[in-house]
């Protein structure tokens, strides 16, 4: 089937599961540090927690082994990529996480495929692999510990885009009980999403980035009406290419995603917290954090998804005529063309964004997305944007405000299912979070490590329930 120019194939899953070796192995001769994670309290040991680990785990055919000759990769050596997979997946088994997306895996070699698959299936895990499209080589896999999560249904997302980038939307259930005394039919339902975003090799990708990311969260929404479910957690894990102080950040970030990282060590929005931490280190030798785990709980509200890409869009805008030196009044005059009057026209606006590049072209933005964009700067309707229309929808927006319209907890879903327990919903409260190696959470990239060109992000959780307001349906959180 086909979703807003996305392929979506459809696989639905009711599985039953088994009870596998509880036993992980564990590593002892690796030379990275040990994870440290936080003890449990004792209030905290009477309900589960769940952990996930996202990795990019860089996959062969892009490894370089000679800087002087980038064409030698480490695909053509088997010992080498062997042990190297060998090693992640050891230290996969060691951390042994509920949930683990991987991202850049090899999916065009068969020996690495039936590795991996054989080894996390030994030890208990369901696994979805996905390739990315026209044959690129890599893709996403995805695993699920089946002594805690149940596969209820599984999606692929293509985006048969510019980056042949992909997604994987996964709807889970907890096997397990989360409190003491609890409800047995209290909802315990998850959705969780795996991606890697295109790398940005110049400013103009950057619309493609915040397309992939748009078009997840209206398939997520979509799913959610589809199935009518109640509020429940989302988590979107991968490598998204970008840092914080970018346009999918502030994106995600004002659609009420949170970092999780970030939560568990209090860094915030701020440019001075930006780069208290990195998770990569990309081939022209720069440093960043580009990997994330965004946890969504019920309880956070947001703004309507068209409003906030109209933002997020304006935004770009913004960027590109400040790049070109343009003031506000520059940009107010580029917008409105030759039109004599201080009104920007429908027409104008449109030969604007083509000149910046952000339609015209393969990646740019449709038809409709532009008539969207136009209808939210157009605030009173009357065919035109004035000056004070420009400066409060274009130059002035702000993705990370919070004022204003928002979205109820669920999207103000019709038709949606009643909740089990009137107003409570599933919600999960971040309590660590570990980059590896440990280098990397103090800004630095160790030269010895050479599992990867990312770091691996491990993020673990303990369940809490959010309360709804039914009178205004909007979820307040409740401890």
């Known amino acids: 089937m086909s979703f807003l120019g996305i392929q979506v194939a459809v696989s639905n899953h009711d599985?039953?599961?088994r009870v596998p070796s509880s036993s992980f192995p564990l590593v002892s001769s690796v030379a990275e540090p040990e994870p440290e994670l936080e003890p449990e309290t004792e209030q905290e040991a009477v309900s589960c927690l769940l952990s996930c680990t996202t990795f990019n785990i860089l996959a062969p055919i892009y490894?370089?082994?000679?800087?002087?000759?980038?064409?030698?990769?480490?695909?053509?050596?088997?010992?080498?990529?062997?042990?190297?997979?060998q090693r992640i997946i050891d230290w996969l088994f060691y951390e042994a996480s509920s949930i683990?997306?991987?991202?850049?895996?090899?999916?065009?070699?068969?020996?690495?495929?039936?590795?991996y698959l054989e080894r996390l299936n030994d030890a208990g895990y369901t696994t979805f692999k996905l390739a990315r499209t026209n044959n690129r080589g890599d893709g996403l896999l995805t695993a699920v510990h089946k002594d805690y999560l149940k596969v209820l249904n599984y999606r692929e997302l293509l985006f048969n885009d510019f980056g042949d980038r992909v997604?994987?939307?996964?709807?889970v259930q907890l096997n397990v009980p989360l409190w003491l005394n609890q409800r047995t039919n209290f909802e315990r339902d998850i959705l969780i999403v795996n991606t890697h975003l295109l790398f940005p090799h110049d400013s103009s990708l950057c619309i493609v980035r915040l397309h992939q990311v748009y078009k997840i969260l209206q398939?997520?929404?979509?799913?959610?009406?589809?199935?009518?479910?109640?509020?429940?957690?989302i988590m979107l894990c991968g490598d998204w290419n970008g840092s914080k102080r970018g346009h999918v950040?502030?994106?995600?970030?004002?659609?009420?995603?949170?970092?999780?990282?970030?939560?568990?060590?209090?860094?915030?929005?701020?440019?001075?917290?930006?780069?208290?931490?990195?998770?990569?280190?990309?081939?022209?030798?720069?440093?960043?954090?580009?990997?994330?785990?965004?946890?969504?709980?019920?309880?956070?509200?947001?703004?309507?998804?068209?409003?906030?890409?109209?933002?997020?869009?304006?935004?770009?805008?913004?960027?590109q005529l400040r790049k070109a030196s343009m003031t506000e009044f520059d940009a107010f005059a580029f917008l409105k063309g030759d039109n004599h009057g201080e009104l920007i026209t429908c027409s104008a606006f449109l030969e604007a964004l083509r000149q910046v590049n952000l339609t015209g072209v393969p990646s740019g933005l449709s038809f409709q997305e532009t008539r969207d964009l136009w209808v939210q700067a157009d605030i009173d309707g009357n065919g035109v944007i004035d000056y004070e229309e420009f400066k409060q929808r274009i130059w002035s927006a702000t993705l990370l405000d919070r004022e204003g319209q928002e979205e109820d907890y669920n999207g103000n879903l019709d038709g949606s299912k009643q909740s089990t327990e009137e107003g409570t919903a599933l919600g999960f409260k971040v309590k660590n979070a570990a980059l590896f190696p440990r280098e990397?959470?103090?800004?630095?990239?160790?030269?010895?490590?050479?599992?990867?060109?990312?770091?691996?992000?491990?993020?673990?959780?303990?369940?809490?329930?959010?309360?709804?307001?039914?009178?205004?349906?909007?979820?307040?959180?409740?401890?």
């Open 249 to 319: 950040y502030k994106f995600l970030r004002s659609q009420g995603f949170e970092s999780t990282y970030d939560i568990a060590h209090q860094y915030t929005d701020s440019d001075v917290d930006a780069h208290e931490w990195v998770s990569h280190r990309n081939h022209r030798g720069n440093i960043c954090g580009v990997d994330f785990i965004w946890l969504r709980n019920p309880n956070k509200s947001r703004k309507p998804l068209k409003t906030s890409w109209a933002e997020a869009v304006f935004s770009i805008l913004k960027y």
């Open 15 to 17: 599985m039953e599961s």
């Open 100 to 115: 683990i997306c991987l991202q850049e895996f090899w999916v065009g070699n068969e020996e690495l495929v039936r590795m």
């Open 167 to 171: 997604a994987q939307l996964l709807h």
């Open 440 to 479: 990397v959470e103090k800004g630095l990239w160790p030269e010895h490590y050479s599992l990867s060109d990312h770091a691996r992000l491990t993020v673990v959780f303990s369940p809490v329930k959010v309360q709804c307001s039914q009178s205004r349906r909007h979820c307040l959180g409740t401890n």
């Open 63 to 85: 490894k370089r082994l000679d800087q002087q000759n980038q064409s030698l990769r480490e695909s053509e050596f088997r010992a080498f990529w062997l042990a190297r997979n």
């Open 219 to 233: 398939y997520v929404e979509l799913y959610e009406r589809e199935n009518q479910l109640n509020p429940i957690p």
